[in-house]
T-cell receptor, first 113, second 118 residues
Framework: GNSVTQMEGPVTLSEEAFLTINCTYT??????LFWYVQYPGEGLQLLLK?????DKGSNKGFEATYRKETTSFHLEKGSVQVSDSAVYFC????????????FGKGTRLHILP | DVKVTQSSRYLVKRTGEKVFLECVQD?????MFWYRQDPGLGLRLIYF???????EKGDIPEGYSVSREKKERFSLILESASTNQTSMYLC?????????????????FGPGTRLTVL
């Protein structure tokens, strides 16, 4: 079945460091791919998405490119801030009628000042 | 802005009690979802609904039921709460993209209800 695997956390970085959170997926067909973020005490919110191969999603300085050949959707940011501390979820939607999304287990990110 | 609200942020119940978790969305979304979130397990889908009075089991429906009498409201019911149902419960909603860009529909989440069953 369809699945998402992302790197386990926690990931701890200093402010202004470069961030990569790896995500790979298994899916039949052509899924849409997402990154969601959960700030402390809040629900999840969409960070960025890509709907077809080679698309790049971007938002708030974060980027991820839909790589079909490597079945990956790695999240990157050039210079992280303390306010980026959160849990990040990679996810896919396989396009079925029910619009379900399959989530990875989440990666907790700590940014030190 | 889409708003998804959940009836309580924190809830403490006793084993065997019947528990109702309410979720309301204000953007006329067709789809609504209930997840539970546990450390190390991520989000797991309990039930979802793509229309009024329609419901479908997710990955872990055992011990739960749902009700969708109105489009904007989706209730999760724990018929007899148990300690292993202590968790964070998240509600979400999305537009139906059926027949259009299937699978690109963003889900909007509520703030969550942290339920403790003693």
């Amino acid at each position: 079945g369809n699945s998402v695997t992302q790197m386990e956390g926690p990931v701890t970085l200093s402010e202004e460091a470069f961030l990569t959170i790896n995500c790979t997926y298994t899916a039949t067909g052509y899924p849409s791919l997402f990154w969601y973020v959960q700030y402390p005490g809040e629900g999840l919110q969409l960070l960025l998405k890509a709907t077809k191969a080679d698309d790049k999603g971007s938002n708030k300085g974060f980027e991820a490119t839909y790589r079909k050949e490597t079945t990956s959707f790695h999240l990157e940011k050039g210079s992280v801030q303390v306010s980026d501390s959160a849990v990040y979820f990679c996810a896919l939607s396989d396009g079925n009628r029910d619009d379900k999304i399959i989530f990875g287990k989440g990666t907790r990110l700590h940014i030190l000042p | 802005d889409v708003k998804v609200t959940q009836s309580s942020r924190y809830l403490v119940k006793r084993t065997g009690e019947k528990v109702f978790l309410e979720c309301v969305q204000d953007m006329d979304h067709e789809n609504m979802f209930w997840y539970r979130q546990d450390p190390g397990l991520g989000l797991r889908l309990i039930y979802f609904s793509y229309d009024v009075k329609m419901k479908e089991k997710g990955d872990i429906p055992e011990g739960y039921s749902v009700s969708r009498e109105k489009k904007e409201r989706f209730s999760l019911i724990l018929e007899s709460a148990s300690t292993n149902q202590t968790s964070m419960y998240l509600c979400a909603s999305s537009l139906s993209n059926w027949g259009e860009d299937i699978g690109t529909s963003e889900q909007f989440f509520g703030p969550g209800t942290r339920l403790t069953v003693l």
